[in-house]
């Protein structure tokens, strides 16, 4: 147990594959709040960040036998978070906004500790296309690379920076001389 | 309790309810027996008519491409990563079509719309059982309409083997309608099954 917390994702995932729950444990304890934060910020609401939290994890039980050796678990992990999201996005076809069209409050709670840089990031990414604000998000706030991205949506690296560029030359037009994303 | 110790508690019963990991390649092997069995079946029980076939290379072409299709489609379809080669499974139904259609012998036995209709019911139920395991296979996947398209083609694939050996009609205009486009119908079918089946889990 005790060499659990040391052990990288996939030696982890290797564990879980071969019947080591606490090795889940260790994964969920690791990954599972910056999930949330993520999927708070792609949905818009944090009640249904829970739902898709659940949903996320609940996939990775079911589904980890699929897991190949070899692969990396986080661009696993938030493609699984993604794909549920977009399913939860088709269903109620519309995003949760507020009037002025920003996102609700919990959906960044982030770095960002200016409580009026916030609102205008969060009006800012609301107005950005599903797809660009994905690419944002797992970039610019999860850290992830264009190619761990591409692998997670499916499309090639250099379509995925497309996508971030565009996203990211809307918010610079929108939120000029306040952020730099 | 947070919301997230909720959560890992409900993942923790989850788990306790599916202890073990059931590896990706058994509902490989699942697919591809019910696709190539049916395909096989049909070949061993239908009476042959090599006739509709203008050469013995090309029938054999047509046929060997159809059963990898039907095989091993069905593992480009449900292999985690392959986006390659589900790309390379479109591009062998296509080129294996072309086979088909190269190999038409032009002889029809009364026309070129003899027995047509009974083809394309044919390759209909023939594909059913393969449609409904794939729909069932691919329901425990996120969407991929790419996955979907290559297991559709895969499931119609068996039951083309068979009405390609046993219909005695090689003209052109009725290997089209009859035997080709109903594969396609049945691929887009198992599409749209699989577009109204929810999904059991979101990985990929």
């Given at each position: 147990m005790s060499d659990l917390p040391d052990?990288?994702?996939?030696?982890?995932?290797?564990?879980?594959?071969?019947?080591?729950?606490?090795?889940?444990?260790?994964?969920?304890?690791?990954?599972?709040?910056?999930?949330?934060?993520?999927?708070?910020?792609?949905?818009?609401?944090?009640?249904?960040?829970?739902?898709?939290?659940?949903?996320?994890?609940?996939?990775?039980?079911?589904?980890?036998?699929?897991?190949?050796?070899?692969?990396?678990?986080?661009?696993?992990?938030?493609?699984?978070?993604?794909?549920?999201?977009?399913?939860?996005h088709r269903r109620t076809k519309s995003e949760t906004v507020t009037d002025d069209g920003a996102?609700?409050?919990?959906?960044?709670?982030?770095?960002?500790?200016?409580?009026?840089?916030?609102?205008?990031?969060?009006a800012a990414l609301a107005k950005l296309p599903e797809a660009q604000r994905e690419a944002i998000v797992l970039h610019r706030f999860e850290g992830l690379s264009f190619a761990e991205i591409a692998s997670i949506v499916g499309l090639t690296e250099s379509a995925v920076k497309v996508r971030a560029h565009r996203g990211y030359e809307t918010l610079r037009t929108v939120l000029k001389g306040v952020w730099e994303p | 309790m947070s919301g997230l110790d909720a959560i890992r508690a409900a993942a923790q019963a989850e788990l306790a309810r599916t202890p073990r990991a059931r590896p990706w390649w058994v509902d490989a092997l699942a697919l591809a027996g019910t696709n190539l069995g049916v395909g096989l079946v049909l070949m061993v029980v239908l009476t042959p008519h090599l006739e509709q076939h203008a050469s013995e290379a090309f029938r054999q072409l047509g046929t060997a491409g159809l059963l990898l299709v039907a095989g091993g489609g069905a593992f480009a379809a449900?292999?985690?990563?392959?986006?390659?080669?589900?790309?390379?499974?479109?591009?062998?139904?296509?080129?294996?079509?072309?086979?088909?259609?190269?190999?038409?012998?032009?002889?029809?036995?009364?026309?070129?719309?003899?027995?047509?209709?009974?083809?394309?019911?044919?390759?209909?139920?023939?594909?059913?059982?393969?449609?409904?395991?794939?729909?069932?296979?691919?329901?425990r996947f996120a969407p991929d309409l790419l996955r979907s398209v290559v297991a559709g083609l895969s499931a119609g694939a068996g039951g083309l083997v068979g009405l390609h050996l046993h219909c005695p009609n090689g003209t052109l205009a009725h290997l089209v309608a009859f035997h080709l486009v109903p594969w396609v119908v049945v691929s887009a079918g198992a599409v749209g099954l699989r577009r109204l089946v929810g999904s059991a889990t979101w990985a990929p």
């Open positions: 052990s990288d994702d996939e030696a982890l995932m290797a564990r879980f594959c071969a019947g080591d729950a606490r090795a889940f444990e260790a994964l969920f304890t690791r990954h599972a709040p910056a999930v949330r934060r993520y999927l708070t910020r792609v949905s818009g609401s944090a009640a249904a960040a829970d739902d898709l939290v659940q949903a996320t994890f609940f996939s990775v039980v079911k589904a980890r036998g699929r897991f190949l050796s070899g692969a990396r678990f986080k661009p696993w992990l938030y493609a699984i978070a993604t794909n549920a999201a977009r399913d939860a996102l609700p409050d919990e959906a960044v709670e982030s770095e960002l500790r200016d409580p009026g840089l916030e609102r205008a990031v969060r | 449900v292999r985690p990563g392959w986006r390659t080669v589900r790309w390379s499974m479109v591009a062998l139904a296509a080129g294996s079509t072309l086979v088909v259609l190269a190999a038409a012998s032009g002889v029809g036995p009364v026309g070129p719309l003899f027995g047509g209709a009974g083809c394309g019911v044919l390759e209909g139920l023939y594909s059913l059982i393969p449609v409904l395991v794939s729909t069932f296979v691919l329901s």
